[in-house]
């Protein structure tokens, strides 16, 4: 019989792998039921050519296919509606059968890139604050992660009430030292989540010309693609000169058609970095439910007609978004919380400080002061987001423990009730 003891037996790419922050506070809202602002999902309808798709493609008795088993690396009829839009958008022909993968959410899209492309060794850059799984998946692809955060242009002024996500900024000089021969790949997240920032134009072209320099990867999470508010415009990497060799670009069925629990997703690239995707992804899901394939692909070929016009849902999305956005950091900015304004997504993160400085934290379980704080809210005052310092490598948590992020892709009468206990909870505190 062998000695092995249990505690052996988890393989050493999850050794030191911790829970994801959602797995705590999602918990934590079972338990509380406090109005969540947290978790990054609509509490309101999809758009019904979208989820009649789906009913129609489950109910087919004239393609009795579509509820079985289609082709493992996407869909036809979707990875051809992928081809369209995409070509379109970049301005080159994208290959529907070897330059697109399909696959379980962006989430499984983003692994994919991570565990196909990164040898132990290999060193990613990460931007800080970033999407909680590019610092584990790295870990679990033998990499090293390497952090470097967004900056304030300038510090807060005194009177300062609010300010825009665009002041926060990648320093030039400190992100090429983060180069090296080591360097495999850099993840670029815009827009951005949490803080709603959307990257320039001058901003990725400079990325750009360092991945040349140093031969290196971009990752580009361009799931809040369609969310993109007025003044600001979103640019893919992928259609930049002597980029699309070099970029893979992920999206989100979920983000792009307000359908977050079908966990669906994508990527596009060349087919030399696209191949190795499809080989992990062959070896672990193998394919995607094929009726929900259907349904997106669907609704991209009826919004590939609409483009550009009013009818349009991405249009109808960000313009129903621009204006929950401005609600939110209106009554933010009355709580004296100084809200980051995005330029796109559906997050923002405002300033603790002045709020949980008068609070006695010492009960809560957590590391950070945002931490602390937004258990406490959630258990007294019924009201959830996620503390940012779960966005940052373990050196640069403290950039963040004085802010929270709430999510506004919330029916007006959600953010009409944060707003109530917001100003409930900023009177009281006011008094101490």
Partial sequence: MSSRASSTFGADRVQGVKESV???????????KPLNLGQGFPDFAAPEHVTKALSDATLSTTNVL???????????RLVNALSTLYSRLIDRPINAQKEILVTVGAYEALFCAFLGHVNPGDEVIIVEPFFDCYEPMTLMAGGKPVFIPLRRKSAPSPNETSHSSGEWILDPVELESKFSNKTKMIVINTPHNPLGKVFTREELTFIGKLC???????LMDEVYEWIVFSGNQHVRMASLPGMWDRTITVGSAGKTFS??????????????????????????????????????????????????????????????????RDYMARFLIEAGMNPA?????????????????????????????????VRWMSKNKKLQGIPPSAFYGPENKRLAENQIRFCYIKKDETLKAAEEI???????????
């Fill in 66 to 76: 579509l509820n079985q088993y289609t082709r493992g690396f996407g869909h036809p």
């Fill in 422 to 432: 917001l100003k409930n909870v900023s009177r009281d505190l006011s008094k101490l």
């Fill in 341 to 373: 304004i995005p330029e796109g997504g559906y997050f923002m993160i405002a300033d603790i400080s002045k709020l949980a400085s008068k609070v006695d934290l010492s009960k809560e379980s957590g590391d950070t002061t945002d931490h602390k704080f």
């Fill in 22 to 32: 959602w797995v705590e506070f999602i918990q934590l809202a079972l338990e509380e």
């Fill in 212 to 218: 040349e320099k140093y031969n290196t990867l971009i």
């Fill in 259 to 324: 359908v977050t629990g079908w966990k669906l997703g994508w990527g596009y690239g060349p087919e030399h970095l696209l191949k190795p995707m499809q080989l992990i992804h062959q070896n672990t899901v193998y394919t995607s439910p094929t009726v929900i394939q259907e349904a997106v692909a669907v609704g991209f070929e009826i919004e590939l007609g609409r483009f550009g016009t009013n009818d349009s849902y991405w249009k109808e999305l960000s313009d129903m978004l621009e204006k929950k």
